[in-house]
């Protein structure tokens, strides 16, 4: 199954993203980013019965638990084993997963679904707000096991340098607490 078929998937009926109350916590991926895990994904995958639970382990969001099952009793083969895209899934469930925090006031704190900016103006150069973007970017691509820097220039359309210079300047600015040296969080 494509990624598109699988995101399109995962935005109708056919597939849940849920999480149990009392036992779903914010994992922190960077400052005013978290995520609300463990999760149950449950759908319908090349004609197979999908369940999983994802989780952060070693600050990674990742599948911790698998089941798959023949939707009439049918034998499942290891060609539908090897059809399930589990990291496309676990990725795409991060995005009913993932919360931003957008205000603090009087004690409260007020969070919403995370959602990429539609634009940002890369030319106005490293902006607070491109900054916030540059470490969200960054911590969510580590935490799925991307290649961080890589996210940063695909999703601002940045050069290499331009890149890894604005990260660094999200670290120092407070923005990015996920050290240079392999991803260790600082």
Not at 56 to 80: H, I, K, Q, S, Y
Request: glycine share 8%.
């Amino acid at each position: 199954m494509s990624f598109d078929k699988l995101h399109s998937a995962m935005h109708d009926d056919r597939v849940r993203v849920t999480t149990k109350p009392g036992t779903a916590k914010a994992h922190r991926l960077a400052p005013d980013l978290s995520v609300q895990v463990p999760a149950e994904v449950q759908g319908t995958v090349e004609d197979v019965l999908v369940s999983l639970t994802i989780d952060v382990v070693n600050g990674r969001l990742g599948c911790t638990r698998l089941e798959v099952r023949a939707p009439t009793g049918d034998v499942v083969t290891g060609t539908a084993l090897r059809g399930i895209p589990v990291a496309s899934i676990v990725r795409t469930a991060a995005g009913s997963l993932v919360w931003q925090t957008v205000n603090r006031e009087g004690g409260y704190v007020t969070n919403v679904p995370y959602r990429p900016p539609a634009d940002i103006d890369t030319s106005a150069g490293p902006t607070n707000e491109a900054l916030q973007f540059v470490a969200a970017s960054y911590a969510l691509a580590y935490a799925l096991g991307e290649p961080p820097a890589k996210a940063v220039e695909r999703d601002l359309g940045l050069a290499t340098s331009t890149a890894g210079r604005w990260i660094r300047l999200a670290r120092e600015r407070g923005y990015l607490d996920i050290s240079a040296d392999k991803g260790r969080r600082a």
